[in-house]
């Protein structure tokens, strides 16, 4: 059986390290926060992963915590703002909030967000909407990984598109995905792991199919159904980076392996303030009646339940607010010689029993 | 070799059977023109194929030709429209004005049709944005044609998404996609012409693969990529119905077999206006460099050009313009029959020489 850490540990833990690695207190809690989400969430590629990365990221001056983004009015409803290199989890929170309280005057609104860095998960920021009964649209770039159809050598990022819709209960819809077949944080997972990749994944250096995940490392992950995918990522890139000022295919950094210049990430979010489009009751109303429909549908032998986007995910976050976060094997030894490095206690130092802690 | 038609007798005809059937001059005109674009890009599974289904349902009063949409501000940024059950292209054409007009005051704006009915290609509208040097984003919903992942029967429509950007000079970008694997158009194309579809496409009635086209159309298209397709569906169909007050899921109505109602489908349109967020020279020089560091990337063997979103579809339809549009084989028959049926003159009487008409 996994072990389980409990919320506030892992919390404490990640902003401590993004704190003793220069990250003023604020910044460090968010980020540490949205990694914590993540994992409680089930999607470690975008959890405690990271935390390594950032925090060296940090100490080598490629991102500046201590600069607050510069959020500037383009007209009523459009906005875009300067994340002047923090952290992607804090210009993110920053831009959402923004735009939730611009939709609140206009009803939709946009901030687009340049000079920023990864932003781990996207529903991290969505879920904000929410709870102020709004729809989400939320999209980033990232650095190059993909090819496009027909291409050799990466191009775009697995840049992820976020749709979020409040509901009258239960779990909200969610979708958050990556533009890849998979994410490829888990290609980075399964090599950590030691373990193959499914075939259709990826294509290896010379741009031939690979189930090996280091060779598709130094390779590229896929667009999700071919020139679809990439036209959806490219789609994504040119509104999170060229319609923002960040960069956009080849300008945007890796965060791994380019040590020379900050990322200059892009981000787009849209919002959607429901209730000034119709009673909010009204929309929650047809929501439920849509997900009732959906959930009674007719299954496949061998389906015991029709899930839709960000169920599984709301349900696991619960779980792991109940009864403690899993990590993927390996990250422990990982934290902890990232502890010794920063010279900051040890992740876990003595075998503590579970707190349940939100 | 196939023969091809001048855009100008396609448009004629096609006008001319809408009027026939009942429908106003502007109405007819622009629901074929709508057609006819299609067809010119090499849609042609939106294109004039659809004639007849339109006209009949036309006939058979499941469209209100004659109605003039309704549109309704709801704050500074966000309209609804009530498309009072005319075509998708007329309620689409007028609710897209609306968008950029609305959106050069505000900089991102939003128009959501309800009572609308099947709307043809996307991109005939976002096109209106990019004149316009407008980014648009458009979609919509459709009648049920996509089981849920793990699901048995259809629950969501192949709900199409489009993204399109402006450049200075070539194609624009304009990704146009169904969120299934291909578009259902092709499946019933297929079906027309007696032709297999490839594996992975569909599912029969009892939910098994098949590459029969008529057991596909019985059974199921399958969403791009599994759940992340299924979720980008849903969420299209929740954006295009649940915010618009539009039908959603099973209570969008089949275009083919639904005769007791009209369709009740949904639109949404956002528009964003580029030169509230940045010079619109800057953008455009963005996207040039980007579009330029794309086309030099590595290709793959046996790949003689990297193409984007769009470029494809820009070609055909100046070669269109230039020599005449081609026909999908069996639609010459179709269409003649439809004119039987209206008393108009049939297709092409006489073999007239081309006339090279925009």
Redesign the interface.
Known sequence: MRRRFSVRDLGRFAAGALGAAGAPTEVAETVAESLVFADMRGISSHGLVRLPIYTERLLRSMVSADAEPELKQ?????W?MDGRNNFGAYTGVRAMTAAIEAAR??????V?VSRSNHFGTAAYFARLALKENQ?AIVTSNASQTM???????P?VGTNP?C?A?PVAEGAP?M?D?ATS?VARGKVIFAAQNGQPIPEGWAVDAQ?LPTRDALAALDGAVLP??G??????A??L???SG????AG???TVRNMYEDWSEPQNVGHLF?T???G???PIED?KA??AE?LT??KA?????G?D?????GELEARRQEESAQSGVALPGGLLDELDTLAGRLGIDPFLPVDRPLQNSG
Do not use: H, N, W
């Not at 005057?105 to 946009?110: D, E, Q, R, S, V």
């Not at 090819?147 to 050598?153: D, S, V």
């Not at 060229?242 to 000022?245: D, N, S």
């Open positions: 383009c007209s009523a409803a459009a875009l005057k206009t009803g939709i609104a946009l687009g729809i090819p496009p159809t027909g291409g050799r050598r191009f598109l749709i819709c819809f979708l995905m077949v741009g999700l159904g020139p679809k995918g990439f036209g959806l490219m789609a890139d040119l509104l060229a319609l923002t000022g956009a295919g080849p849209i959607i303030d429901i000034q489009l119709q929309f047809r929501m849509y429909a959906l549908s007719p299954r496949a032998p389906c339940e029709l899930l839709y986007a």
